[in-house]
């Protein structure tokens, strides 16, 4: 099984607001959050990177808060140019922590741009930048949705850690073998660096079968099953939500996982419950 970790590295992640009503809730979400001392905000970019000025904007706002914030970046669709004049604005504005991403092909693309794979970002971003940047990376324990194979996937990962990736984050997961089995999978292929286990709060059946069924992340068939049996008894999906999610984490954590990365939709009361659940 996974070794112990000596420090443990705890993160929320947000998407960029489109509305002023949705700025103002994610400044309050932030509060909340706030008061766990994350190691980092993580702030999403959209397919093609559609949501590139709101991601930017975002992020220096955190930044102005006195945090650290870690903008994302997809390749797909980019060209250098793009990419580098980005890099270079997040350089001159102090930040330090990138999420380097293939990113999903939005609907009707055709040309790629002049990245096809993340771990080609990833060794963009090295040789523009060396050392600056803390990159981290995404991965599977369930394997991604387009690998033609898990051993095609398990090669993928390794590539991007060997490009010189400092650390990843992981697709959220309810099975926590998933992620040990991947763990040792990784070390056996020689990657050392830390892999965060994602974790997604359970408010909304319908919403998380949703992101499931697009992300590849498999819900249990006793879970699916339970959840779809309350109905629209939100109360009833919200606590067994709490349960299930602590337990995870706690396993998580007890097996040696370093630390977790919170998916948190801009939402800051499951997240902020099972924290205290665990007593971080």
Request: glycine letters at 8%; charged letters at 20%.
């Amino acid at each position: 099984m996974t070794e112990i970790a000596v420090s443990q590295t705890y993160s929320f992640e947000f998407f960029p607001p489109k509305t002023p009503e949705g700025i103002e809730k994610l400044r309050n979400t932030r509060r909340q959050l706030a008061q766990f001392k994350p190691e980092f905000f993580s702030v999403t970019f959209g397919a093609g990177g559609t949501t590139q000025d709101g991601t930017l904007a975002t992020v220096l706002e955190i930044q102005s808060e006195g945090f650290d914030a870690a903008p994302h970046l997809s390749c797909i669709g980019a060209t250098r140019a793009n990419v580098a004049t980005l890099l270079k604005t997040y350089r001159e504005h102090g930040i330090r922590r990138i999420v380097a991403l293939r990113g999903d092909i939005p609907s009707g693309m055709v040309e790629f741009g002049e990245f096809r794979y993340a771990n080609e970002l990833v060794e963009f971003i090295r040789a523009e930048h060396g050392d600056w940047f803390h990159i981290e990376v995404a991965a599977y324990p369930e394997y991604h949705p387009q690998a033609r194979s898990a051993q095609d996937d398990l090669a993928n990962f390794v590539r991007k850690a060997k490009a010189g990736a400092d650390s990843a984050m992981t697709q959220y997961f309810f099975n926590p073998d998933a992620y040990f089995a991947f763990v040792d999978e990784v070390r056996a292929r020689g990657v050392e660096i830390p892999i965060v286990p994602g974790i997604m709060p359970i408010n909304n059946f319908s919403q998380l079968a949703r992101f499931s069924d697009a992300c590849g992340a498999e819900i249990p068939r006793w879970l699916r099953l339970k959840l779809q049996g309350y109905g629209d008894d939100s109360a009833s999906i919200k606590a067994l939500g709490l349960d299930v999610i602590t337990d995870l984490c706690r396993k998580l954590l007890d097996g040696g996982a370093p630390g977790l990365h919170f998916y948190t939709l801009n939402a800051a009361g499951n997240v902020s419950t099972i924290w205290q659940r665990l007593g971080l």
